[in-house]
């Protein structure tokens, strides 16, 4: 959400970040002034106003501190805060943000008594509607000017905005609700049927909190959901004996929080809070397929699960070592969550990406690679077969979500073949195979051999082997040359080998049947 800060705000933050990835939290004059394109005495009147602004923040374990003798620039920061959450106080404190918020809880009759709320003048609010509006139509969404001044458009859409821009922008870091506590919200979510979220687990929690908290509130501002909105799938609606009693339990709760409304009214309004909620999953507490999924007539209709296990099926016979029934069970359980997050959300689907910058760069993690290289075009592939075309119109985004899901799914090193691996040492290998398997065991299916022979697919060795030797020792496999103690850049050659023996040991390589 850094799009809503300020000018001046922009270049604290460009600042800060510089400082902070910097070796050791510590950044050159030179560089500073050179990267930045900024003069010495703006960089030190920017330093001092960041400092001061750490302090009203009230983040008293955080500062910027200058070395006269190497002319260089030190961020300390302690372990309870983060640089997160000063950007997060920028974004809060950002025209942009404040006009967005105060629109969430109120209506305005003029457009001065708005500009005197937010501490802007008159002209700067009209600019900075006008260019909130450019990006608010993208969601069908706008605020309106004619009579009086208030955030317009589809209802749920704006919850669902509003979920992503206050859970980003205030995280964990303070309750931006006076009306209801978090905790009131936990005692209510703990009469949510089971079989779709589970009040005791933190995954998501944050998420579902300010999502319920946004929900309830513009229920309670009599800003309702019409209930002729169409939605391309249906609503959640409990089936078994547990459910239905937890369901019950749940709108009985809400009548209480929103006595302003009618019976039927909350029944709607709690169909779409649990519908929400399901689409926020897959969790990591649930591991059963919610029955709703299943039973649900107009889902039948849509062919739904037959699209999910379709996609389970294909993915499975890719590997060379299938699912286990649990397995199979939490997969079919996480793609049935995400497509009907899809179906339900539409083109509001997109700003899940805006939660955690780089959360979709699953290759950052180096050991990763093969699974990533191996899934991704098998699910490209996927996407576009005909037996998708449910999901078809969402296929360009699809592709990232289903590889998250898969990535957290399906376990590397259980579902491909084994790799044989034998490390030698000058003196003892048993510390390098302790650090070996510690390292690489969770991303690859290894197996230690401690001899020579053909059945190895890799040796690993710190110290080196002449021609002469390995023909009579009748190696022809990959020998990786390593360090006594090794390096990252040892690791890194490891990883690069095993990387493209596990690809050349799958079975069954892209290869879907439609």
Request: contains cysteine; aromatic residues 12%; charged residues 25%.
């Amino acid at each position: 959400m850094r799009k809503y800060l300020d000018l001046k705000s922009k270049k604290k933050v460009a600042l800060l970040e510089k400082i902070f990835y910097s070796d050791n939290h510590s950044s050159t004059q030179e560089v500073l002034l050179e990267e930045l394109k900024i003069t010495y005495p703006t960089l030190i009147s920017t330093i001092e106003t960041i400092n001061f602004d750490i302090e009203r923040f009230g983040f008293k374990g955080f500062s910027i501190i200058r070395s006269a003798e190497s002319l260089s620039y030190t961020m300390k920061i302690s372990d309870n805060c983060s640089i997160q959450l000063i950007i997060n106080a920028y974004i809060r404190e950002s025209p942009k943000f404040q006009i967005l918020e105060s629109l969430l809880f109120s209506s305005f009759s003029n457009l001065p008594m708005l500009a005197k709320k937010v501490h802007i003048s008159y002209s700067a609010l009209k600019r900075d509607i006008s260019e909130l509006n450019q990006e608010l139509s993208e969601n069908g969404l706008f605020i309106s000017t004619g009579n009086g001044v208030e955030m317009c458009g589809d209802e749920f859409t704006l919850r669902i905005v509003y979920t992503f821009l206050f859970l980003t922008t205030y995280s964990g870091d303070r309750w931006p609700f006076s009306f209801i506590q978090y905790v009131e919200i936990t005692k209510l979510l703990e009469k949510c049927p089971k079989e779709i979220y589970r009040a005791d687990s933190i995954d998501k929690s944050m998420l579902i909190h300010y999502y319920v908290a946004i929900h309830l509130l513009r229920d309670r501002m009599n800003h309702k959901i019409d209930q002729s909105r169409y939605f391309d799938v249906p609503l959640y609606s409990a089936y078994t004996k547990e459910s239905k009693e937890s369901e019950l339990e749940f709108i009985k709760n809400l009548l209480m929080i929103l006595p302003g409304m009618g019976n039927d009214e909350v029944v709607y309004t709690s169909q779409i809070l649990l519908s929400a909620i399901l689409a926020f999953g897959s969790y990591a507490s649930i591991d059963k397929t919610p029955s709703f999924f299943y039973l649900e007539d107009r889902l039948k209709e849509l062919e739904f699960m037959d699209t999910v296990q379709f996609t389970c099926d294909q993915v499975n016979s890719s590997l060379s070592i299938p699912f286990s029934t649990e397995e199979k069970e939490l997969l079919i359980y996480s793609l049935a969550s995400i497509n009907y997050r899809y179906l339900l959300f539409k083109n509001l689907i997109k700003e899940f990406s805006l939660i955690i910058p780089g959360y979709f760069e699953l290759d950052r993690n180096k050991r990763k690679a093969h699974k990533i290289n191996h899934l991704k075009p098998l699910i490209c592939e996927l996407v576009n077969l005909k037996e998708m075309s449910l999901l078809h119109e969402f296929k360009d985004r699809l592709v990232s979500d289903y590889l998250i899901i898969m990535d957290k799914r399906i376990d590397f090193s259980k579902h491909t073949l084994p790799i044989r691996v034998t490390i030698l040492s000058t003196i003892s290998n048993e510390t390098a195979v302790f650090d070996f398997i510690n390292y690489f065991s969770s991303y690859y299916n290894l197996e230690i051999v401690n001899q020579v022979n053909s059945m190895v697919d890799l040796y690993i060795s710190d110290f080196s082997v002449s021609p002469s030797v390995l023909t009579s020792l009748r190696i022809n496999q990959p020998i990786v040359y390593v360090n006594t103690r090794w390096i990252e850049s040892d690791y890194l050659k490891i990883n690069d080998n095993l990387g493209k023996i596990a690809n050349e040991k799958f079975i069954h390589k892209h290869r879907l049947t439609s």
